[in-house]
């Protein structure tokens, strides 16, 4: 691979650059890429700047760059006359000059297979064999911007699809595409979006992820056993060696693509969000290549204030601490480049530069994130990134600096070659003239800069007073219009007195060895008129140079964790907490003991302390006076939807077990805060119901202010969701789902005894081979099907009616391993006397029904009966309100079949915890058991009763008189953002119309990532 | 009804407790139970008597004596809880048995404005929902179409009834109007688009004016004239109908507010009012009284207070605002049978017991305008009432050993009830 890496990097790029001659029609024209830049200022690395430089430029190659350089008598001489020369911004993330990707639009009926001929990945997504280089053309407008914002090169590619293939290094020239091409295959680009493919699978960011790790290993098998051709796993091959860019669209696709590359031990570069300041310290021991956008959000209109309370929190947050990120990454030591991804023109590129670095960024490391940083990514340090001796001379003219001013770009050299992009006057106009025209003297004076002056006109007269009768002296003066290129001057004013006009248009050359206008114009007659002018005085104040922006104090650099509504300040930790005086629910052989006290440590109960027992009280613990008030163990949501970003289902396929919901928690999901609210501190986040085989599930905490990897349980046992009925056969569907196996329930049965089947069949042959066999590639869907053959994997299976129940565990019996938990399992009651023969437990919902034809036997007496058969019953949500109530719900097992209120409470705490294998752990107040405690008002089970503690691990996640502290806290946080808003709107920087972001929610029937019809259906 | 089901309910209420029964019951007696009248009062023990469909005498019993041969059947009821019949408004219950059956959907007619179309005509007496609904004590509902920007007229019915005709309490009670939304957002609930200003607000707010402005001027009596969507309009102006507006964001509610000055309406009733909490003041000054959101529900949004919802009543009480509950939302057919404990989440935050058991029944009645038959435990109203073994809005304790409606017993079974005990006895359980 090494040797793969120098050859790309250093053969490859001469074998482009050695040009063989090319006939052309005609004589061919000359080249123009050898001159000398003189008098000019030299950005010419992040640490180094020459004032009045001069550079020499042969073949397109700098030759010399310095102070006082002796210049050669053979090149032609650029005067730069103190214009500022920066070197060729590099960005690595554009699709410029590459037509775009346009699907074959929507199509009702699901597309199963890749429609691609040709020895390709068996997914469209997967096209890492597309090498963009012969689409390659000139896009002019989108060059002209670009260059704009500095930048001379670019790595083009195709932005579509999970490997999306290759990119190709152009320097962003506007002449023959041909010549632009620097390097074909200069990094590999990945994403987590599908693209433009109409295939079914994947329709989820997991789908995504656990596509691209099995095209992954499918390479590394290919490598070492492929004997037919495959040009995608080819390409993947290939590009190991190649720098590997990761474009992401939230700021934990970056953590998902981190997991990937250490996976397989690659780094990848990750394209972010602009939001990295919200991981606060992560960064610090990452190491993590980064390109950012620098698109700051305008500030919003929120004058009407019924629109203003419609902005979330997380967005004002935004809205001010964006400009700190380049700031926050450039201190945390990440190496970063900066993509104009998100800005539409330079105006805007320039303007959120200005505004970066007022919010504590460096010109140092703004140029470095532009230049070297993505010169040394790419590895073409050598040949770009500063204009140094032996680079090419790709570099860009501004007239003036244009990190400190409102600059304008007015050559650019691309690899040599010229083009002048405004022809700025190479003298200073600016001084106080005497003007003379067609014989009356008249004062001009010529102020503003050199490259834009601007002019005063004055013309003292004797004028009758109608007071006095006598004469006196009056000055008119008049502003004047003043342009000056190619050595010509105009001149146009109209000094009027009172209401008449006096209008002059005067054109003339202009002399500046002795500082003499003279030429010809028009009066306010129309004749045509002599006019000269000569300069009395220069300018003489020098140009200044000011920065359009200057270094804000007190800049606020605190983001909330999560950045958002009920975020907090600081991450939270563990606090030794004893309650008093308490009436706990232990779930124990003790039952519910009164006036006891419960003191937590390190996150763990350390001791129950009974009666007026005494203890010490450790230092730095919180004494909650818990008289009256209940304490239970934490609310365990067996089946919650919860904190997924980006899709439940992966209805691709009949079998999906290789999609895992642990890649795709999020921890910004409100709702997460919400169900503290209610007293849950755990949960299993379930793949949806929409395939037999769904996805790995995520066993939780609810670790709010916290990131989504410390959201999930450590050694958490293994489980998966299974599915029966109406939504893995598409009964709710519509007219055009009807072709994937299976559409009955019949079919069901068939999808796992071939799963299992061809599950036994891999692993033995991946364990035992036949002689003289290759071994299977790694299989990840076997993998898991696999584990759960053997019982290492638990289900949790959607279920609803009994005949579906029964199949279920007639084929786990005749493989040899039990159905863990059937959930929702509306008809359990039908079958309790063999799922408890069998073993299975059960989770369902206290009383839904009537949603959809499967669910029309469903009673809420369900739970009961199953319970008062010996079943372990646990009452769950599948909905993000009902979570949040969940004690409520438990209450209602006792109404529907008089169970005791013990039992009820064990069915949203203790039960849940043993059908998820947590219970060593959690589900009952138990010394050694982890701090995951709910404080009520009352008994938890009485519809009046309220959390005023959750604590999760220890920590106190939800504090009902905190949580009114904030609200408040929020009110003012939303108000001072808004008035700061509004101040910038006032200030002229652009605002937007309010348009507000919202997050759904999922159920178990929720399919795809973006916009569908379907109902909602559990 | 008739004795058929008196007939049939024997039983069940034998079984259940301690009764006093005589065949033909034509004068009941209710004694010993915590009476909750529905309008704020309460008699601890209380006496509430029956005859024919009507009450005739509410007491407290401890101060009240009677000839015990007065009554056909006297029924001890102490310590448990006598409710009016608990009122489940705004709800497709009725007119859709299986969400996902198309077949069995009938709320959601063709049309942008269809005042003429009637819900009551789709009400499906033997609904298995109404059965499962009704033993929760909700025994009155109004059915109430859905879709378009007036979705059609409402009836107040009886959660039990031969058919529509029978089990009508209020025929064609009001017209719902579903105001345009001020902020706009599309995609779908589990990823939703970013939601923004309703660009056409103006415009559709401006039809609904001229459809009001011409249904208004509409004169029915003039010769050849036949519109009936105008004619079904009527009602709302001369005060025989309410207009029930569904209306949640804070800008929505102002112009709601105009709308109804503009047009003089008679009884305007705000349906959802998620905001309405923010203008009581005005609210209250113009009497409009306001049908909540499902308590049960999230809030709007991420900043508001997690428990706002559940806060609404206690913030509209304070404010000085009528208002009562419902339950529209997903699966709300079924869900009617919670409407109890959501008085019981009000109550939690803010209500006094009765105030909660008011706002499932008295304040419902008031706003539908039926509260002059029924929504109480008051002398000369209709008998349709509830009696609960405990506490009926604590899921805990919500028992029915008493279900009447319009002075008739109704079984506290259902069949969800029924398989339980199929199942139960199968597997050879026993109480």
């Not at chain 1, 503690?949 to 009902?960: A, Q």
Request: aromatic residues 10%.
């Amino acid at each position: 691979m090494q040797i793969l890496r120098f050859l790309l990097l250093t053969l490859f790029p001469f074998a482009v650059f050695g040009q063989l001659p090319v006939p052309t029609n005609g004589s061919p024209l000359p080249k123009n890429n050898s001159f000398v830049l003189t008098e000019v200022r030299i950005l010419v690395s992040p640490t180094k700047v020459i004032e009045n430089g001069d550079i020499i430029v042969r073949d397109g190659k700098i030759v010399e760059v310095g102070k006082s350089v002796s210049i050669p008598n053979d090149l032609p001489i650029i005067n730069g006359n103190g214009k500022v020369v920066v070197p060729a911004f590099i960005e690595l993330n554009t699709s410029v000059g590459l037509p775009e990707i346009k699907g074959s639009g929507w199509d009702p009926s699901p597309q199963y297979e890749s429609k691609k001929k040709g020895p390709y990945y068996w997914n469209e997504s997967i096209h890492p064999e597309i090498d963009p280089t012969d689409l390659y053309n000139i896009d002019a407008s989108a060059i002209d911007e670009l260059n704009k914002m500095g930048f001379g090169l670019a790595v083009t590619h195709q932005n579509d699809g999970i490997a999306q293939g290759t990119g190709t290094l152009v320097t962003l020239g506007k002449t023959d595409p041909r010549l632009q091409i620097v390097q074909p295959n200069t990094a590999a680009f990945f994403s987590f979006r599908k693209g433009a493919s109409n295939q079914s699978y994947p329709s989820s960011q997991m789908g995504s992820i656990a596509l691209l790790r099995q095209a992954l290993y499918d390479a590394q098998w290919h490598q070492q056993y492929g004997k037919t051709p495959n040009y995608s796993l080819d390409a993947l091959n290939k590009q190991v060696a190649l720098p590997s860019i990761f474009s992401t669209t939230d700021v934990y696709e970056l953590l998902r693509v981190r997991a990937i590359g250490k996976e397989f031990n690659r780094t990848f570069t990750i394209v972010g969000t602009g939001h990295e300041y919200e991981l606060g310290n992560v960064f610090d021991t990452l190491n993590q290549p980064l390109i950012i956008p620098i698109a700051f959000p305008e500030a919003y209109d929120l004058k009407d204030p019924f629109i203003a309370r419609q902005i979330p929190l997380s967005d004002l947050k935004h809205w001010e601490l964006a400009p700190t990120n380049p700031a926050f990454l450039a201190k945390s030591k990440v190496p970063f480049v900066i993509t104009t991804q998100g800005n539409k023109t330079a105006a805007d590129f320039w303007k959120n530069m200005h505004k970066a670095l007022a919010h504590g960024w460096s010109v140092e490391d703004a140029l470095r994130a532009l230049t070297t940083t993505p010169a040394e990514m790419l590895g073409i340090q050598k040949e770009f990134g500063s204009i140094e001796t032996d680079k090419w001379a790709s570099f860009n003219v501004f007239d003036s600096d244009p990190f400190l001013q409102d600059a304008k770009l007015v050559e650019t050299y691309v690899k040599g070659e010229r083009t002048i992009v405004v022809d700025l006057p190479d003298a200073d106009l600016r001084g106080k003239y005497s003007l003379n025209i067609d014989g009356t003297k008249y004062f001009l004076d010529i102020t503003g800069t050199a490259q834009r002056p601007e002019g005063k006109v004055k013309l003292v007269k004797s004028v009758n007073d109608p007071v006095t009768g006598t004469q006196k002296m009056d000055t008119l003066s008049a502003d004047a219009y003043v342009n000056y290129t190619d050595n010509d001057i105009v001149l146009q004013f109209n000094l009027k007195e009172g209401t008449t006009s006096n209008h002059f248009s005067l054109k003339g050359i202009v002399n500046t060895r002795v500082w003499i206008f003279e030429g010809t114009g028009t009066n306010t007659s129309g004749n045509w008129i002599k006019w000269s002018a000569i300069r009395n005085k220069s300018n003489e104040e020098q140009a200044e140079i000011k920065p359009v922006w200057k270094p804000l104090e007190n800049v606020n650099t605190q983001p909330l964790y999560p950045n958002m509504a009920y975020g907090y300040a600081e991450r939270p930790v563990s606090n030794t907490i004893i309650f008093e005086n308490v009436t706990v629910w232990t779930n124990e052989a003790e039952g519910i003991i009164s006036n006891a006290t419960v003191i937590t440590e390190n996150g763990k109960i350390k001791s129950i302390i009974r009666g007026s027992s005494s203890y010490t009280v450790p230092a730095g613990a919180k004494v909650i006076n818990a008289e009256g008030k209940h304490l239970t163990a934490g609310i365990i949501d067996e089946h919650s939807h919860i904190a997924i970003s980006k899709g439940v289902n992966e209805g691709g396929q009949a079998i999906s077990c290789e999609v895992r919901i642990g890649d795709v928690v999020t921890a910004d999901d409100i709702n997460v805060y919400r169900q503290l609210s209610g007293g849950v501190t755990a949960a299993q986040l379930l793949h949806g119901s929409a395939n037999p085989v769904g996805g790995q599930s995520a066993l939780i905490k609810l670790k709010w202010g916290h990131l989504p990897q410390d959201y999930l349980i450590k050694n958490a046992p293994k489980f998966v969701k299974f599915a029966l009925g109406e939504n893995v056969k598409q009964a709710n569907w519509g007219d055009f789902n009807t072709t994937r196996f299976p559409q009955t329930r019949m079919g069901v049965e068939q999808v796992y005894i071939d799963g299992f089947s061809r599950a036994l069949a891999y692993h033995e042959a991946l364990t035992n081979p036949a002689k003289g066999t290759t071994p299977p590639a790694r299989d990840l869907e076997l993998d898991a099907l696999y584990e759960i053959v053997k019982g290492e994997r638990k289900i949790t299976c959607h279920s609803y009616i009994q005949s579906e129940i029964n199949m279920l565990m007639h084929v786990a019996d005749s493989f040899g391993f039990t159905v863990n938990t059937f959930t929702h399992i509306l008809e359990g009651y039908k079958v309790a006397d063999k799922m408890k023969a069998h073993g299975a437990g059960a989770s369902t919902f206290s009383d839904w029904w009537a949603y959809k034809y499967e669910v029309k036997d469903a009673v809420p007496f369900n739970a009961s009966l199953m319970h008062q058969m010996g079943i372990v019953v646990a009452i769950n949500s599948d909905d993000a309100e009902m979570g949040r109530r969940l004690n409520q719900e438990a209450a209602k097992v006792i109404k529907y079949g008089g169970i005791s209120e013990e039992e009820a409470w064990k069915m949203v705490t203790l039960n849940p915890a043993k059908l998820l294998h947590l219970d060593d752990r959690m589900g009952s107040v138990k010394e050694g058991k982890d701090a995951d405690l709910v404080l009520w008002t009352t008994n938890p089970l009485s519809v009046e009763a309220k959390v005023l503690y959750t604590l999760v691990d220890g920590e106190i996640l939800f504090d009902r008189t905190a949580d009114f502290e904030a609200q408040k806290a929020m009110e003012a946080e939303r108000a001072r953002i808004i008035a700061k808003m509004a101040d910038a709107g006032k200030g002229g920087e652009p605002t937007k119309p309010f348009v507000k972001k919202r997050r759904g929610s999922y159920h178990c029937n929720t399919v795809g990532e973006e916009a569908s019809t379907e109902a909602n259906e559990h | 009804m008739k004795q058929a089901i008196i007939v049939f309910i024997f039983g069940v209420i034998f079984s259940g407790m301690n009764v006093t029964w005589a065949q033909k019951a034509k004068s009941i007696l209710l004694e010993n139970a915590t009476v909750h009248v529905g309008n704020g009062q309460v008699f601890e023990q209380g006496l509430v008597g029956i005859k024919d469909n009507k009450i005739v005498i509410v007491r407290n019993a401890l101060a009240y004596t009677y000839k015990k041969e007065e009554w056909d059947t006297i029924i001890d009821l102490s310590g448990q809880h006598l409710y009016p019949g608990f009122i489940s408004p705004n709800t497709t219950l009725g007119l859709t048995e299986i969400e996902a059956v198309r077949a069995s959907n009938d709320f959601n007619e063709v049309g942008i404005f269809n005042p003429h179309v009637r819900a009551l005509i789709a009400y499906n007496c033997e609904s298995d929902i109404l059965s499962t609904v009704r033993t929760n004590g909700v025994l009155l509902t109004q059915t109430t179409p859905r879709g378009g920007i007036i979705s059609g007229a409402s009836s107040v019915m009886q959660t039990a009834c031969w058919n529509w005709e029978d089990g009508v309490v209020r025929e064609d009670d009001g017209i719902h109007l579903n105001w345009p939304a001020s902020l706009q957002g599309g995609g779908w609930w589990a990823e939703p688009s970013p939601k923004k200003r309703n660009e056409k607000y103006a415009e559709e707010k401006q039809s609904i004016y001229s459809f009001f402005e011409q249904a208004k001027t509409f004169n029915s009596e003039k010769a050849g004239t036949v519109d009936i969507r105008f004619a079904a309009m009527k009602a709302c102006f001369n005060g025989t109908k309410r207009l029930y507006i569904h209306a949640d964001e804070v800008q929505q509610l102002l112009d709601v507010l105009d709308f109804v000055a503009h047009f003089e309406i008679q009884f305007p009733v705000i349906v959802g009012g998620y905001d309405s909490y923010m203008i009581t003041e005005k609210l209250k000054e113009k009497k409009i009284p306001v049908m909540l959101p499902r308590l049960h529900s999230l809030p709007e949004m991420d900043g508001d207070a997690v428990d706002l919802v559940y806060q609404l009543p206690y913030l509209l009480q304070a404010g000085g605002v009528k208002f009562c509950l419902q339950n529209e939302g997903d699966m709300e057919a079924m869900n009617a049978r919670n409407i109890p404990f959501l008085a019981g989440t009000a109550k939690a935050y803010g209500l006094s017991e009765e105030e909660a058991v008011r706002c499932i029944t008295l304040s419902a009645a008031e706003i539908l305008g039926i509260e002059k038959s029924v929504g109480s435990i008051e002398e000369g109203k209709v008998a349709t009432l509830f009696v609960s073994k405990g506490n009926a809005l604590d899921m805990r304790t919500n028992q029915a050993s008493v279900i009447m409606i319009d002075g008739e017993f109704l079984p506290t079974n259902n069949f969800q009830s029924d398989l339980y005990y199929k199942y139960k006895k199968k597997y050879g359980l026993t109480e």
